[in-house]
């Protein structure tokens, strides 16, 4: 009995240090995938952004539009 916990503790490292490389690519893959999720938030930020501000002027240009085409009746 003795003679067997040497090969578990070895299997025990061997697997400790596959577990170990599996969580560090998670932690990897999880780090790209923030950095992903980041750009594309701020894409989208800047995305909504132009659209408000085309919003804005189209309501200007047409508020302009109607009072221009009101005071120049003659």
């Known amino acids: 009995m003795m003679e ?3 090969e578990i503790e070895e299997e025990d490292d061997e697997l400790v240090a596959v ?3 599996y969580v560090i690519q ?3 893959k999880n780090t790209k995938l923030k950095l992903k999720l ?3 938030m701020t894409a989208g930020k800047i ?3 132009i659209f408000v501000v085309a919003w804005i002027l189209t309501l200007m240009f047409g508020v302009i539009m109607c009072l221009k085409s009101n ?3 003659n």
Do not use: G
Request: glycine share 0%; charged share 40%.
């Open 26 to 28: 998670l932690i990897r």
């Open 19 to 21: 577990n170990d490389k």
């Open 71 to 73: 005071c120049s009746v």
């Open 47 to 49: 995305q909504f952004y």
């Open 4 to 6: 067997d916990k040497p």
């Open 38 to 40: 980041e750009t594309e």
